[in-house]
């Protein structure tokens, strides 16, 4: 049985686009630093990376842009950009393992969903590597052209340096404008 891991990176931020990666690796694959992307440093990311386009017998990567997100929703364009990373894939997998606990059926093909699959499945592991990586590749590259909301560490996530930047600066061509950029906050002073 083929089995294709897929998962998604930049669903809670609130710039660019939503990134997916599909993967199937060799039956019986090992790795001893795959797991979690979300437990790895940048650096070692990168290496697996490296590891898992060479290892793995296929993958793929797609992204739903942030006009599409705010047309479509986040949870939507989430589904869209997993079955376009299916889509690329060369080889037609028997199951898709998915890491949460929702996804649209994708063509016949059988699917199932885990939630905390990328600490489960290599497979899915592996996914969530190749689409954080390519991400924060692409945040990398527009934080150059867009100075002062921290994309180049925050990668477009709701951290206080990223909000400010939209305080100061505005918003950028890459904001979702459905997002909740800033927040109504309710100030609370001491007595």
């Not at 940048?42 to 047309?71: G, M, N, P, T």
């Not at 869209?80 to 060369?90: P, Q, T």
């Not at 909000?163 to 100061?168: D, F, L, V």
């Not at 600066?169 to 800033?182: C, D, E, K, M, N």
Request: aromatic share 8%; hydrophobic share 40%.
């Amino acid at each position: 049985m083929i089995e294709a891991g897929c998962d998604e990176a930049g669903r809670g931020c609130l710039a660019g686009p939503v990134v997916a990666a599909a993967v199937i690796l060799p039956k019986k694959y090992r790795h001893k630093k795959l797991t979690d992307s979300k437990q790895l440093t940048r650096e070692e990311r990168e290496e697996l990376r490296v590891d898992i386009q060479r290892d793995a017998l296929c993958w793929a990567v797609a992204e739903v842009d942030h006009s599409e997100i705010d047309k479509i929703n986040i949870l939507n364009a989430s589904f869209k950009a997993m079955h376009l990373a299916l889509d690329k894939l060369f080889m037609v997998p028997d199951l898709i393992l998915i890491d949460g606990n929702r996804f649209k059926p994708y063509k016949e093909i059988k699917h199932e969903c885990i939630i905390k699959g990328d600490g489960k499945y290599l497979s899915i592991a592996a996914a969530s590597v190749l689409a954080k990586t390519y991400r924060d590749d692409m945040m990398n590259s527009l934080a150059k052209q867009f100075s002062g909301y921290g994309w180049e560490t925050n990668v477009g996530y709701p951290t206080i340096e990223h909000r400010e930047g939209i305080r100061q600066l505005g918003i950028t061509p890459y904001h979702r404008r459905s997002f909740t950029l800033l927040p109504d906050q309710l100030e609370l002073f001491p007595d």
